[in-house]
């Protein structure tokens, strides 16, 4: 019997807060441990490994002394990039594993006209085949998906392995209806195991013609709103999957990175000051050394300011009191007297998309990749570009020359570029 270990989204570097990034190092490193441990075969990374394309060197010398030593045992790692791993038009931290060998990107395209041949990468010891197609920035992979030729991949024999980074429509969660997903129909059939990455929660499925889909979730804990989700106590971790001629057992092999606490308060009807007293005095006595902390605040208030309630001195004070992360959800909060914050409380990133949403219908363009929503895509792609710091050592001018570079890049993107 063979195994595989399957993992996605562990979004190395997505963390500042010192303590929560060392944990979220540690549990990269403690899963390809874990790996060698349990024997596995080889290890396929369905994307987003890096938080971003160009991730800091700290981040990278880390993953890599981890990986380095699963490869060390004779176990190969397979990867695609996810949305997160991508670069516009630079090279991407994957891309340079690939070039020295800690991992192998089994995205392997070929156009012939408009329809696109996928390679497939033979493992050498399991005689596993695996195709992949990796994420692009704004959902684009779908262009690849529409030109995929699923005939020559469906007519591969032996045991095959479709790695992606996409929701798939059939199965996208309520919650995240907006998210641009690919229809099923579009991937090839009767592969024995699908390795999905993107989905932030862990999920088996079976669909019509094919088995075994798995999305593993976010391999540590994911952010932003994914930590509400790992405070309430939802389990982050990997997969081990045996198999011979077929999938013969999966197993979720949870990584328990450390406790948490979620307090979730109905403020409705309270006044400001009164609502951050009972919060304060809520957490009096309670142990949240090490811990995660979610606090999700919501309803209206009768009086005073939603800043008013003080959530903020509060999350500052838990910090002083050792707790790994807090993290505040006020975006259900709303005050009679403000009309102004409702972006109150959000992660920044959302906040930034909103004021985007609010503007793209001002401009007036003629392009209608502008326009709508991928107007505000490219507006997003744009902030994260440009709000780039120069690299060590780049010159002014260099870093001025890469900025519109790119920049000019992101706003002639059309479709297929
Ligand atoms: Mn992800």
């Not at 060392?22 to 024997?39: H, I, N, P, R």
């Not at 780049?394 to 020359?401: A, C, L, Q, R, S």
Request: hydrophobic share 35%; aromatic share 8%; with cysteine.
């Amino acid at each position: 019997m063979h195994k595989l270990a399957h993992l996605a989204d562990a979004h190395l570097g997505a963390h500042r807060e010192p303590r929560l990034q060392k944990l979220e190092l540690q549990t990269f490193d403690s899963a390809m441990k874990k790996c060698v441990e349990l024997g596995v075969d080889f290890v396929l990374i369905s994307g987003d490994l890096f938080h971003v394309g160009i991730p800091d060197l700290g981040v990278v010398d880390a993953a890599l002394r981890s990986m380095v030593e699963v490869q060390r045992h004779g176990i190969p790692i397979y990867a695609i990039y996810g949305s997160h791993d991508y670069t516009p038009n630079g090279t991407s931290i994957i891309d340079i594993l690939n070039t020295v060998g800690v991992l192998t990107n089994v995205f392997k395209p070929t156009f012939y006209g408009d329809s696109l041949r996928l390679g497939v990468t033979v493992d050498e010891k399991t005689g596993a085949k695996i195709a992949g197609i990796s994420a692009r920035k704004i959902g684009l992979e779908s262009r690849y998906f529409e030109a995929l030729d699923r005939g020559a991949l469906e007519a591969e024999r032996g045991f095959k392995i479709f790695a992606f980074h996409s929701g798939l429509t059939e199965l996208k969660p309520e919650h995240l209806s907006a998210m641009e997903t690919v229809e099923s129909s579009m991937l090839p059939k009767g592969f024995d195991y699908y390795a999905g990455g993107h989905i932030h929660e862990r999920g088996e499925f079976t669909l019509p013609g094919m088995g075994n889909i798995v999305f593993p979730g976010p391999l540590f804990t994911g952010y932003g709103h994914d930590l509400e989700a790992t405070a309430k106590g939802e389990m982050r971790g990997f997969y081990v999957v045996e198999f011979d001629e077929h999938v013969r057992s999966k197993t979720f092999i949870p990584m328990k990175s450390f406790e948490s606490v979620f307090r979730e308060y109905d403020l409705t009807g309270r006044n400001a000051p009164d609502a951050g007293s009972m919060i304060e005095e809520d957490f009096r006595g309670v142990d949240v050394s090490g811990k995660l902390v979610v606090i999700k605040a919501f309803g209206e208030i009768a009086g005073g300011r939603v800043s008013e309630v003080g959530l903020a001195d509060l999350r500052a004070s838990l910090s002083e009191r050792g707790a790994t992360h807090v993290y505040l959800n006020r975006s259900g909060l709303k005050s009679k007297e403000t009309t102004g914050s409702i972006f109150s409380g959000e992660e920044p990133s959302s906040i930034e998309r909103k004021l985007f949403e609010g503007e793209v219908g001002k401009i007036q363009v003629t392009e209608g990749h502008l326009q709508g929503g991928r107007g505000v895509e490219v507006a997003v792609e744009l902030l994260r570009l440009w709000r780039q710091a120069p690299k060590l050592g780049e010159t002014k001018k260099d870093y001025t020359g890469r900025m519109v570079r790119d920049g000019v890049q992101a706003l002639e993107k059309k479709e297929a570029s």
